[in-house]
Structures are given as C-alpha cells and as structure tokens.
C-alpha cells in the first residue's frame, strides 16, 4: 500500500493506493486519523500477496464500510475475504449494480480473474447524494455517474469548493471507462462527465480505478473524450444530469 497522504490536500485522514491484479485495478483505503475508523474503496487484490499488504496496511484501524463503485469483477473480487476479516463493515453498492454484480464470479475468470465462488450480499444501498462518514474527519458523497455500468459511482469529499474524487472507471487520465459492456451506455457517460464538471472545480483531484491520479483540470486540457462531452454540452446536445 502506498500512502497518499503527502500528494493530495486532504486534512484529517490518511489515504493509501494498491494497484492489484492483471487489470491494474486500484484498490483505496481511507483512515481516519482521529478514531482510526476505515473504509476500503473497491477491494480488487486479487492474490494472497496484495491481501496480505492490505491486512497489514488496516492493523490497528476498525473497517467500518467497504466502498463499490460499480459491481465489475475487478473492482469486487476482494469483497468476500474483505467481509470474512471485517464482518462488522458494511457492503456497499448502488441497486442498479445488482446484476453486474451478481454475474462478476461468473465473468471475472474470462478477464484472468481467480473469483471467489460467490460473493457476499451488499448491506447498504447507495443513492445519489448520500453522505458517507467515516470517522470524523471523512465526508464522502455519493454522487451517480452511470455509463461505464448503470449504477456506477463516485465517492467525494469536497473542500473549499474543490474536491477529492474516488471516480471508479468513469474518468481516467488520458482516457475513460470503456462502454462496449452489455449494459454501459456511451451516452450516459458523456453526460456523466459533464456532471463531473458542472459539480466540482478544475482543481479537483481524481482518483480513479485505473491508471494514476490526475485533475478535472489536466484532462479538460488533454482528454479527448472530456473535449467531446463538455462540446457536446456547450452545444446543447448533452446536459449534466440533475443533482
């Protein structure tokens, strides 16, 4: 695990990145420095070497919420080991992912992904706006940003009118979540992105499910896909959807 901390504004609690498996999917845990309570945001270690550096990484600290962007395989496969050492935290997971969700243990193999035989059932039902606390330092809201999958999330913490965003595989630098799955919509996530800049400032830090950390800012400047959607929005022919 690697720590955050130095790279990002955040005040009060630590956070730490692991990028696991063949797909490079990033794994984040949350520590609040007060009560030292945590959140692990997508669990994708996907062999007992990265589970054991997570282990290692929460000692001392008491997982209250494991955090799902979406339900793919390689954000998911980790819940159940994740379940089985901290069964006090809550799972989770917007309802529009059930199926996604249901069918990750059957899919996951096909992306090189050694799936556990089922996973566990979520415990909490994300919807757009909620607040997320973890410990005393950590606010996050929840806001819907479906298109790489239907109900697919972001986890914010906003500060002084920019923002810290968990952005699951809707915004990459360079690039986005691709939209050739079963039931993504290149459409919805156009408008999506258009969210994303409509709620939050330029300066506002990503933190995405793949690749490393970049800023609404940078990829304005640098992401064609960002360039096709805000173009799209100025012309009229795509809206941020309502808050």
Same mark, same amino acid.
């Given at each position: 695990?690697?720590?955050?901390?130095?790279?990002?504004?955040?005040?009060?609690?630590?956070?730490?990145?692991?990028?696991?498996?063949?797909?490079?999917?990033?794994?984040?845990?949350?520590?609040?420095?007060?009560?030292?309570?945590?959140?692990?945001?997508?669990?994708?270690?996907?062999?007992?070497?990265?589970?054991?550096?997570?282990?290692?990484?929460?000692?001392?600290?008491?997982?209250?919420?494991?955090?799902?962007?979406?339900?793919?395989?390689?954000?998911?496969?980790?819940?159940?080991?994740?379940?089985?050492?901290?069964?006090?935290?809550?799972?989770?997971?917007?309802?529009?992912?059930?199926?996604?969700?249901?069918?990750?243990?059957?899919?996951?193999?096909?992306?090189?992904?050694?799936?556990?035989?089922?996973?566990?059932?979520?415990?909490? &039902? *994300?919807?757009?706006?909620?607040?997320?606390?973890?410990?005393? $330092? %950590?606010? !996050?809201?929840?806001?819907? @940003? #479906?298109?790489?999958?239907?109900?697919?999330?972001?986890?914010?913490?906003?500060?002084?009118?920019?923002?810290?965003?968990?952005?699951?595989?809707?915004?990459?630098?360079?690039?986005?979540?691709?939209?050739?799955?079963?039931?993504?919509?290149?459409?919805?996530?156009?408008? &999506? *992105?258009?969210?994303?800049?409509?709620?939050?400032?330029?300066? $506002? %830090?990503? !933190?995405?499910?793949?690749? @490393? #950390?970049?800023?609404?800012?940078?990829?304005?400047?640098?992401?064609?896909?960002?360039?096709?959607?805000?173009?799209?929005?100025?012309?009229?022919?795509?809206?941020?959807?309502?808050?």
């Amino acid at each position: 695990m690697r720590s955050l901390a130095r790279r990002i504004p955040i005040r009060g609690y630590d956070v730490a990145v692991q990028s696991c498996g063949p797909l490079g999917c990033n794994l984040y845990a949350l520590t609040c420095l007060a009560t030292r309570e945590a959140a692990i945001i997508d669990p994708s270690f996907t062999n007992p070497a990265e589970y054991s550096l997570l282990q290692k990484y929460m000692e001392g600290t008491s997982v209250k919420q494991i955090l799902l962007t979406h339900g793919h395989p390689d954000h998911v496969i980790g819940v159940a080991d994740c379940a089985q050492q901290w069964p006090d935290a809550t799972i989770a997971l917007h309802p529009w992912e059930d199926e996604n969700y249901s069918e990750a243990c059957h899919l996951g193999p096909f992306f090189g992904l050694n799936m556990p035989e089922k996973l566990p059932k979520p415990t909490c &039902s *994300l919807s757009d706006g909620d607040v997320i606390a973890v410990g005393s $330092s %950590i606010r !996050l809201r929840v806001v819907h @940003t #479906p298109g790489h999958a239907p109900g697919h999330v972001a986890f914010v913490d906003e500060q002084d009118g920019s923002a810290v965003i968990w952005g699951g595989d809707l915004l990459f630098r360079g690039s986005v979540g691709r939209t050739d799955f079963p039931n993504a919509s290149s459409e919805d996530l156009l408008v &999506s *992105l258009v969210r994303l800049y409509d709620l939050f400032a330029d300066e $506002s %830090i990503v !933190l995405s499910g793949h690749t @490393t #950390p970049t800023t609404l800012g940078t990829e304005e400047q640098f992401n064609v896909f960002v360039h096709k959607a805000l173009s799209m929005s100025k012309k009229g022919i795509v809206r941020g959807a309502e808050a």
